[in-house]
T-cell receptor
Framework: QKEVEQNSGPLSVPEGAIASLNCTYSDRGSQSFFWYRQYSGKSPELIMFIYSNGDKEDGRFTAQLNKASQYVSLLIRDSQPSDSATYLCAVNRDDYKLSFGAGTTVTVRA | NAGVTQTPKFQVLKTGQSMTLQCAQDMNHNSMYWYRQDPGMGLRLIYYSASEGTTDKGEVPNGYNVSRLNKREFSLRLESAAPSQTSVYFC????????????FGQGTRLTVV
């Protein structure tokens, strides 16, 4: 079983819609959860992190964590063409080892 | 601010050749990482170093060795390159600890022929 699993996509949404991305993890001891965005040919960059159950909002982005279900999600509201990228879920198990999922490619249609 | 610097950016190797990928960070971070990225596979952890003087295996360590030369530098060595090691390699660093952001280098595109 992979440590971090994501819907492979691709996910296509119209401009202005909500994009919903999902991620599950296998290790119940995981403590921190991250969403990175990666544009084609570029390095990943952090969007946000979460480590408490519930929702965390930052602008148009909302991360949701449910440790009981070992599930973390990312919502992108009012999607823009500039949001078209691959989104990577990452899990930090022991404050040091950072493991990533395969990523979900999002395309926002103008 | 340079952040995380990787060298080289591109490399072509012949099967069996060896090489070292270099990574340096100027953010005084404790933890450093090496990942490889293949199409559809996301980022897979090769090795990481939680702090200076320590290194640990990640998900895909076979065929690689690492050295944490000092706090700034973390190198990745391929002793005998194989076509299966054709990939984009990313180095990253972080302060370590809960919720800390990992910063990535620009990547090294390696092709083994």
């Amino acid at each position: 079983q992979k440590e971090v699993e994501q819907n492979s996509g691709p996910l296509s949404v119209p401009e202005g819609a909500i994009a919903s991305l999902n991620c599950t993890y296998s290790d119940r001891g995981s403590q921190s959860f991250f969403w990175y965005r990666q544009y084609s040919g570029k390095s990943p960059e952090l969007i946000m992190f979460i480590y408490s159950n519930g929702d965390k909002e930052d602008g148009r982005f909302t991360a949701q964590l449910n440790k009981a279900s070992q599930y973390v999600s990312l919502l992108i509201r009012d999607s823009q063409p500039s949001d078209s990228a691959t989104y990577l879920c990452a899990v930090n198990r022991d404050d040091y080892k950072l493991s990533f999922g395969a990523g979900t490619t999002v395309t926002v249609r103008a | 601010n340079a952040g995380v610097t990787q060298t080289p950016k591109f490399q072509v190797l012949k099967t069996g050749q060896s090489m070292t990928l270099q990574c340096a960070q100027d953010m005084n971070h404790n933890s450093m990482y090496w990942y490889r990225q293949d199409p559809g596979m996301g980022l897979r952890l090769i090795y990481y170093s939680a702090s200076e003087g320590t290194t640990d295996k990640g998900e895909v360590p076979n065929g690689y060795n690492v050295s944490r030369l000092n706090k700034r530098e973390f190198s990745l060595r391929l002793e005998s390159a194989a076509p299966s090691q054709t990939s984009v390699y990313f180095c990253a660093s972080s302060t370590g600890g809960r919720g800390t952001e990992a910063f990535f280098g620009q990547g090294t595109r390696l092709t083994v022929v």
